[in-house]
């Protein structure tokens, strides 16, 4: 996971442009991504599709004929969907279009302007305190003009047409955590989800973030609304500080169920949104109306370095990505087997005339006993294995084995 952040990290990503399609055509080496193109100016709710958004280079020239800020050096020193610029301008002129962050005088910030046209430079505070009056040669060879919007998506079949949706962004330009970390996380989840029939079909989107969602739900809608029965929204998953989630709007959803079920299992530490501090694609898949069951999923969402030249390719490691995509199989093998179950005769089952009442008592085996009996008592078809694991206050993997026993005894049956 970590090479691919790697390959992927050089490339000028925006929410439109040959970045996303290089992006895409480099996932796509890893799985069988159908990749998808909406012409700008299409209506996509209360949203149109901008128009597409290219660059080759920029750079700022000072008048002793120093290449000072050169966008091939750092592409997060334009500003995303800056139009086309060459211009000679004063200092003063110049510092119009210039940004930076004072109080992280080394970060070169991350700054876009979608649907405002303007021009912009964006670097240091250390070098921009540091810029001498007299005149500056600024270029940017850009292209704003109709175009497409590009996305990514893959549809795993599973043995029933409910869905488990997965989402993630392709964005952003050389950042890691934010957001490279997302797709590949997701492309490694989609590579084993592939790997055997599940049970859930899983809709996979590589899309571009707040445009691209509006745009895939606005062409999808009802299938999801039919279908979907859990989502996660993927990002920000390289790093090792923490692990999030931002609840869905009511936060009552099956996703919201089985992450924190995950996440408490692991006792780790955990920091919850509410969807009140939702900031991402979450506002999309959960806004009235939409009310899909999504949550999102990451581990820093809040860190110092976001949005910065600082969330590069340190902040990421090896552990922290496959931590998260650990957490994510957890969330699809719990998804998987979260069954309603209902106890098959009335009354308390004689488990001794079916073998499954230990001939001798020990610590351990009036353990098992008790939580068999635990789980018979909530499997009135009203629970499924997550409500019944929390009542019982017995972890889920405990309760697998006795699942199965109970199964082959014939004492309970799946309830849907
Ligand atoms: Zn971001």
Known sequence: MYQLIVKLFPICRSITGNGVRETLRLIKKHIPLNIIEVP????????????????????????????????????????GYSIPVDCYISLTELQEHLYSLENQPNAIPYVTSYYSKRWGFCLS??????????????????????????????IIPGKTD?????????????????????????TYLAKWLAKEQRKYTYRIIFIPETIGSITYLSRHIHKLKKNVIAGFNVMNVGDERTYSFVASRYGDSLADKVIVKVLTSKQCHVVKYSYLDSASDERQFCSPGVDLPVVSFSRSREYPEYHTSLDNLSLVTPRGLSESLAILIDCV??????????????????????????????????????????????????NDLIDISNITQTPVKELCPIITRLMEAKLIEIYE
């Open 162 to 186: 409910k869905e488990i949706l997965i989402s993630t962004y392709i964005c952003h330009p050389s950042m890691a955590n934010d957001q490279l970390s997302g797709p590949t996380v997701v």
């Open 125 to 154: 505070h250390h070098q921009r305190t540091r810029l001498k009056e007299g005149r500056y040669h600024c270029v940017i060879n850009s292209e704003l003009k109709p175009g497409q919007l590009t996305y990514g998506e893959y």
């Open 333 to 382: 093998k719990l998804l998987e087997m979260n069954n309603k179950y209902k106890v098959m005769c009335l009354c308390e089952p004689q488990l001794g005339k079916r073998g499954l009442y230990p001939t001798l008592s020990t610590k351990k085996s009036r353990e098992t006993v008790r939580n068999m009996m635990n789980f018979i008592r909530y499997a009135d078809g009203k």
């Open 40 to 79: 700008s100016g299409t209506k996509v709710f209360d949203w149109t599709i901008p128009d597409e958004w290219n660059i080759t280079d920029a750079y700022i020239i000072d008048q002793t004929g120093h290449r000072i800020i050169d966008f091939k050096n750092n592409n997060l020193h334009v500003v």
